[in-house]
């Protein structure tokens, strides 16, 4: 089942601000707090927050661009 979900364009700014808040706090809570952890450098969080950082301003911008 496919469901067609229409929104407008001021919708479509609002969710795309929200996706680059979302890069905002992924890169800060898992990229500069793997970096900076008191148990050290923690490479699974640093690769797990590029991966969602990446996900979230891909879509972030493709919302932004769409028309």
Same mark, same amino acid.
């Given at each position: ?7 407008? *364009? ?6 795309? *601000? ?5 890069? *905002? %706090? ?14 050290? %450098? ?5 690769? %797990? ?13 493709? %919302?932004?661009?769409?028309?």
């Amino acid at each position: 089942m496919c469901y067609s979900v229409n929104v407008t *364009k001021e919708q479509r700014k609002d969710i795309a *601000k929200l996706a680059y808040d979302m890069v *905002k %706090l992924t890169y800060t809570g898992f990229i500069i707090g793997g970096i900076i952890s008191p148990k050290g %450098l923690n490479l699974f969080h640093i690769i %797990l927050g590029a991966s969602i950082f990446v996900l979230f301003f891909v879509t972030a911008y493709w %919302l932004s661009k769409k028309e």
